[in-house]
């Protein structure tokens, strides 16, 4: 009898620092497009990847989700958001979207309200978010291309949000680097798409595991 209970005891110990340890957990969302779904290249070979190793290398309790979905748009993030948001209840979001609006023309205003959108809803949620910078290629025009990227800056600055600046710098000045299509890094590129991330995101999670 005695060794059943104290084998009941050890049980529900178990349990309780197993559910505790979860708990503890940060869920980190990555809530991007193409440049995020390892788009033309293996999973594991992305920069999402990259991340999870990294995370679990240097055992930082971060569990990372990836949300992306190549091919979306803000409208279809912001449409997508609130059920991401419930299902996984992020404390940090890092949002990359944009890229797919600018490729297709779409209006600049529309893209804007729809970032900030999603901005609102994940804080509302009591996620913190890290915003991503994206440049679309020149041929666009500087009438377009200049507003499109200057988005990012305004809004982080509005929004009171981290930024990286541009989540493929360094990359497309290199075509050795970049797919054929011109637009989606390599996979030989994804540890630099990771260190771009990780200059912003790397104090974000100190500050969140602090708490």
Known sequence: MRLT????LCLSCSIYFS???ADEDI???VYGDSLSASYGI????GWVNLLKSKLRSEKLPVDVVNGSVSGET???GLARLPAMLDS???ELLILELGGNDGLRGLPLDLMRE???SMIDLAK???AEVILTGIQIPPNYGPRYTAPFFEIYSALAKQKLLPLVPFLIDGIPQQPELMQNDGIHPRAEAQSMILDNVWLILKPQLEILLKK
């Open 5 to 8: 209970r104290l084998c009941i």
């Open 19 to 21: 559910s505790w340890a």
């Open 27 to 29: 869920t980190l969302l």
């Open 42 to 45: 293996e999973q594991e070979q």
């Open 74 to 76: 803000t409208t279809g």
């Open 88 to 90: 996984y209840q992020p």
């Open 114 to 116: 729809n970032l900030a």
């Open 124 to 126: 509302a949620s009591g």
